[in-house]
C-alpha cells in the first residue's frame, strides 16, 4: 500500500526531467499537473521559459495534457497558450481523468508519464494507474488550503516512507 506512494523518478522541477530518457524508454504521453508543477499560483498565463519546454516536448512528439483540479478559468490560458489538451475540475486523487485520457488513447499503461508537485494527487494516482510517476518540488510557495491539508498528509505519509527507506526528501533518482 505504501508502496504506492513511491515515484518512479525523482527530479527537482520540470526543467531537470530527462525528457530524452523518457523516449527511449518508450514513453509517449506526459501529463502534467498545473498549479505549483508547470506555474505558481502567482503565474496567471505561461512564461516563456514555459512556453519553450513545451514546444520542445511538442517537437519530441510527446502527446501533452495538463489534468488539474483547478477551475476551467485558471487552466484555460494554460491549455490555449501552451497548445496541450487539458482537464480542469479533475478531483484528484480520483482517478476519472487519467481513465478517461487512458481509453480515448491507444497508449499502454507504461508509455503515459505523470508529472506533479504532490504525493497523494500525482504520484499515487499515478502508480494506481501504473503509469510512470514522476514527483517535483513545487515551483511556489503559496498553496491553496486543500493542498495545505494534502501536505499534512503528505508528510505522514513521506515520513512513513523515509522510515522504510523507500524515499527521502531531497534524494533526487531518475
Ligand atoms: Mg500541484
Redesign the pocket.
Known amino acids: 500500500m505504501i508502496c504506492k506512494f513511491v515515484p518512479d523518478i525523482y527530479t527537482k522541477s520540470i526543467y531537470t526531467i530527462d525528457y530524452k530518457m523518457l523516449k527511449k524508454q518508450k514513453i509517449k504521453c506526459l501529463i502534467f499537473?498545473?498549479?505549483?508543477?508547470i506555474a505558481p499560483l502567482t503565474l496567471k498565463r505561461p512564461d516563456k521559459k514555459l512556453i519553450d519546454l513545451f514546444e520542445e516536448l511538442k517537437d519530441m512528439n510527446f502527446k501533452i495534457y495538463i489534468v488539474s483540479n483547478s477551475i476551467k478559468k485558471r487552466v484555460e490560458p494554460f491549455k490555449n497558450i501552451l497548445g496541450v489538451d487539458s482537464a480542469y475540475l479533475s478531483m484528484k486523487p480520483l482517478l476519472r481523468k487519467y481513465k478517461k485520457i487512458f481509453n480515448i488513447n491507444n497508449y499502454k499503461d507504461n508509455q503515459i508519464a505523470v508529472i506533479?508537485?504532490?504525493l497523494i494527487?500525482?504520484v499515487w494516482c499515478a502508480n494506481r494507474m501504473n503509469f510512470v510517476s514522476i514527483f517535483v518540488n513545487?515551483i511556489g510557495t503559496k498553496e491553496y488550503v486543500s493542498?495545505k491539508i494534502g501536505r499534512f498528509f503528505e508528510n505522514i505519509i513521506i515520513e512513513k516512507l523515509t522510515n522504510k527507506k523507500l524515499f527521502r526528501k531531497g534524494k533526487y533518482y531518475d
Do not use: R, S, V
Not at 33 to 37: G, I, R, Y
Open positions: 499537473d498545473l498549479d505549483n508543477t506533479g508537485d504532490e494527487n500525482d513545487p493542498t
